[in-house]
Each structure stands twice: as C-alpha cells, then as structure tokens.
C-alpha cells in the first residue's frame, strides 16, 4: 500500500542537477520535496507527496477536506 500526503509549497528552489525542489509544509513540518512531476505548482499550492516526490497538484478545497479527515482521524 501507498501513503501520499497533502502539504502546501511554501518556497522554490532547484537541487543538484537543476531537478526542482521546494520547500513543502505538513502541518509543524516542512521537507524539502522533488517537484519535478509538478513543474506548475507554485508557492501556496497543495501537493500530494508520495516518498520525497510530488506526485500531483490539489487544490485548495480538497486538501484541507483531506488534511481535516486526518486531523478527524488522530483525535480519534
């Protein structure tokens, strides 16, 4: 099974052989993640990352529905 998780894209950057990184936020967190699948996604945009890698872009509305189902679920 796979996990890909929702965080927003607080800052570009580029990493060792030009790939294109950023700076994504999971709530406390923030990692630095691959974004050469989402070359679009710009800083306030949501991606699903998925290992280190940016697999999509989401928009706004349908990550927070998914960041409050996880929120929903720990307080379980």
Given at each position: ?76
């Amino acid at each position: 099974m796979c996990l890909a998780i929702p965080g927003q894209i607080i800052s570009l950057g580029e990493t060792a052989g030009s790939c294109l990184s950023g700076k994504v936020r999971f709530g406390a967190i923030i990692k630095e993640v691959n974004l050469f699948c989402t070359p679009e996604a710009v800083p306030g945009d949501y991606v699903i990352v998925h290992a280190g890698l940016a697999i999509a872009v989401l928009d706004q509305e349908e990550a927070v529905a998914v960041l409050d189902t996880f929120a929903e679920m720990a307080s379980s």
